[in-house]
């Protein structure tokens, strides 16, 4: 591990535990705009940040596409696995 990831570790478990929230944008638990800020510069300059981000937003984009043809339980446990993957490290 370089000692560049290991200043940056706790920024990425702080980004890991707001992703959904900004991905998801979600009305009800917005971020506020240093939160936003802070994410946004972390996930720009941490290639792990960015491509869970990437991940997550493919993947919940195929689960989009899939709620006209998967029953809306299932679609609730497969993101809610996909929300526990992305908080573990």
């Known amino acids: 591990m370089k000692i560049s990831e290991a200043i940056s570790m706790p920024e990425c478990h702080w980004v890991k535990a707001h992703l959904i ?8 638990a917005p971020l506020s705009d240093q939160e936003l800020t802070r994410l946004q510069s972390h ?7 960015a491509a869970i981000s990437e991940e997550y937003r493919e993947t919940s984009e195929a689960l989009s596409q899939l709620r006209t043809h998967v029953d809306q339980a299932s679609i609730a446990r ?8 992305t908080l573990e490290d």
């Open 21 to 28: 929230r900004y991905l998801d944008r979600d009305p009800s």
């Open 43 to 49: 996930i720009a300059i941490c290639d792990k940040c």
């Open 78 to 85: 497969l993101s809610e696995s996909l929300k526990k993957l």
